[in-house]
C-alpha cells in the first residue's frame, strides 16, 4: 500500500494514472482532495521467467517431475484461460508441449483446450493473441470449450454433499494427462482464481456452472474474494476436480505490469493453495478507514473489455466503502455489455428493482445463465452509489447497467467530495486484483 497525498507521492500536478482499455487515464485530483492509494505489495519481478518455468517443471509440489509425468501417456489436454484472463501463455505452452512430445505423447493427440465456461469462444487473431506463441497453434489442436454442447461432456454423477450435477469436457476428462494452466488472483465468488477453477467452470457443462452459481451460492457470506474456508463454491470446485481423477496445475501469478512474480507447478489442489500462500499476503491490504468516495477500475485490458467483467470491481473494495458512500469505477467495455442472457438479467434487474429480482433467485436451483453477475452487482447497490465511467456502451446499455453512468471522473470525484463533505478518498488503480480491507478494530468514518 502507497499513502499518497498531494504532496507526498502523487506527481506535480497532483493526478493519478488509471488503468483503461490498453492505456491509461490520467486523473487530477480536486486540490483539497486527501488521497489514499491502495497497491498490491512490491514483489520482486522473477530475473529469468523461463528459467523458473522449467525448474517448477523439474520440482513440483505434490508430483514428479513433468518429465517423468509424460512417460506412457498416450495423449495430454492443457487447459488455458480465455481471453480475459491476462495469462502468460506464450511463456509455458511450448516448453510443456515440448516436453510431452519428447516423452513420447504423439503431437496429434495433445490438445490445448480453452477453457471458456459459459464465456464466448476465441477464434482467429483473438486466439492467436491468447495463445501468444504461433509454434503452438501449427503443432497441436487448439480449440474452445463449449458448455451448452451436452454431448461434448461426460457425466460424473452429482457431488456428495450439496448435489451438483457434474458434467466435464470430454477432451479432458479422456486425456490420459490432464494439465490446467492458469492464473492466481483474487476472484469476488470462489476466493481465488486459477487451479481448479480452470477445471469447474472453465470446462464444465452448462448444468454444473447453473448449479453452483445459483444463488443458494451466491448469497453464502463466505462466498467472498480471498476466501477458501467454508467457501462453497470453492468446495464445490474441489469435489468436482476429486471426481476427475489425477490433475496437474501450473500456477502463475502477475504484479501490475503483467510480468511473473511467481509459479508453481505440480497437484491441482497442493500447486494452487502454494500459490494463494504466496500472494495473498501481497493481494489483502490493511487500510486504516472506510472511505465516503472509493475510486476504482476494471483493471484495464483484457478485464475491461465488457460490462459483464466491470462488476467484479465493484465488488472488490466492498469492505472499505462507507455506507452510502460514492463507488466510482472506470472500464473501457470496448467489447461492449456482455452476453445476451446477461442483458436479460439486468434488464430484469432494472425493470423490478435489487429487491424484487432477487427474490425472484432464491427459489432457484439452477441459475439462468449469467444472471450471477448481476446478482453481484446487488452488493455495491445495497452499500452505496456506483458510478461507472466508459466509452464503450450505447445508450440502451448504459440503461441497464443499473448504475450512473458519468462523463467524468474528476467531476464526479469532486462531487463526491462536496456532498459527503468529506476529503478522504481511496484509490485503487488495479481494481480487482487489490483486495482492501479495514484494519482490525477499525470503525466507520
Not at 497525498?5 to 494514472?17: H, M, Q, R
Not at 518455468?53 to 509440489?61: E, N, R, S, T, Y
Not at 479432458?172 to 492466481?184: H, K, N, Q
Request: include cysteine.
Amino acid at each position: 500500500m502507497t499513502d499518497e497525498t498531494p504532496t507526498g507521492g502523487l506527481p506535480a500536478d497532483g493526478s493519478i494514472s488509471l488503468p483503461f482499455g490498453r492505456s491509461h487515464l490520467r486523473i487530477a485530483l480536486p486540490e483539497r482532495a486527501e488521497p489514499l492509494v491502495i497497491r498490491k505489495a512490491v514483489l520482486p519481478k522473477l530475473p529469468d521467467p523461463r528459467a523458473a518455468l522449467q525448474d517448477a517443471f523439474d520440482h513440483p509440489i505434490g508430483a514428479t517431475p513433468l518429465r517423468e509425468l509424460v512417460q506412457g501417456r498416450g495423449s495430454a489436454c492443457i487447459l488455458i484461460c480465455d481471453i480475459t484472463r491476462p495469462v502468460p501463455n506464450g511463456l509455458f505452452l511450448r516448453p510443456m508441449i515440448e516436453t510431452m512430445i519428447a516423452g513420447g505423447i504423439d503431437p496429434a493427440r495433445i490438445t490445448v483446450l480453452v477453457a471458456t465456461g459459459l464465456h464466448r469462444p476465441n477464434e482467429g487473431e483473438e486466439l492467436r493473441e491468447l495463445v501468444g506463441d504461433p509454434w503452438v497453434l501449427d503443432t497441436v489442436t487448439v480449440v474452445n470449450h463449449f458448455a451448452r454442447n451436452e454431448a461434448d461432456h461426460i457425466d460424473l454423477g452429482p457431488t456428495p454433499v450439496r448435489g451438483t450435477p457434474v458434467s466435464i469436457d470430454r477432451r479432458f476428462v479422456e486425456a490420459d494427462l490432464r494439465i490446467a494452466t492458469g492464473l492466481v488472483e483474487p476472484h469476488f465468488m470462489a476466493g481465488w482464481s486459477g487451479g481448479r477453477k480452470v477445471v469447474a467452470p472453465g470446462v464444465a457443462g452448462h448444468a454444473t456452472i447453473r448449479t453452483f452459481h445459483s444463488a443458494r451460492f451466491m448469497e453464502d457470506p463466505l462466498a467472498v474474494q480471498c476466501n477458501l474456508v467454508g467457501n462453497p463454491l470453492h468446495e464445490e470446485q474441489l469435489e468436482i476436480v476429486r471426481k476427475v481423477g489425477e490433475i496437474y496445475a501450473l500456477n502463475t501469478v502477475l504484479d501490475e505490469e503483467r510480468d511473473l512474480v511467481h509459479v508453481t507447478f505440480g497437484e491441482i489442489i497442493a500447486s494452487h493453495l502454494a500459490a494463494v500462500d504466496f500472494i495473498a499476503s501481497a493481494t489483502r491490504v490493511e487500510v486504516p478507514q472506510r472511505f465516503k468516495t472509493v475510486v476504482t477500475t476494471s483493471a484495464g485490458y483484457p478485464l475491461d473489455k465488457t460490462y459483464y467483467q466491470t462488476i467484479k470491481g465493484m465488488v472488490t473494495p466492498l469492505d472499505i466503502l462507507e455506507p452510502g458512500g460514492t463507488l466510482i469505477i472506470a472500464s473501457e467495455c470496448s467489447e461492449g455489455f456482455g452476453s445476451e442472457e446477461f442483458r436479460d438479467a439486468q434488464r430484469r434487474l432494472v425493470e423490478l428493482g435489487p429487491q424484487r429480482f432477487l427474490a425472484t433467485l432464491t427459489a432457484k436451483t439452477l441459475a439462468e445463465i449469467d444472471e450471477w453477475q448481476t446478482e453481484m452487482q446487488l452488493k455495491p447497490m445495497r452499500i452505496g452509489t456506483v458510478k461507472l465511467y466508459t466509452t464503450g456502451l450505447d445508450g440502451e446499455e448504459r440503461r441497464i447497467t443499473g448504475v450512473e453512468v458519468i462523463d467524468s471522473i474528476e467531476q464526479a470525484i469532486a462531487d463526491s467530495i462536496h456532498r459527503h463533505r468529506d476529503p478522504r478518498i481511496a484509490i485503487i488503480p488495479e481494481g480487482p486484483y487489490v483486495v482492501p480491507v479495514r484494519a482490525a478494530g477499525v470503525a466507520r468514518a
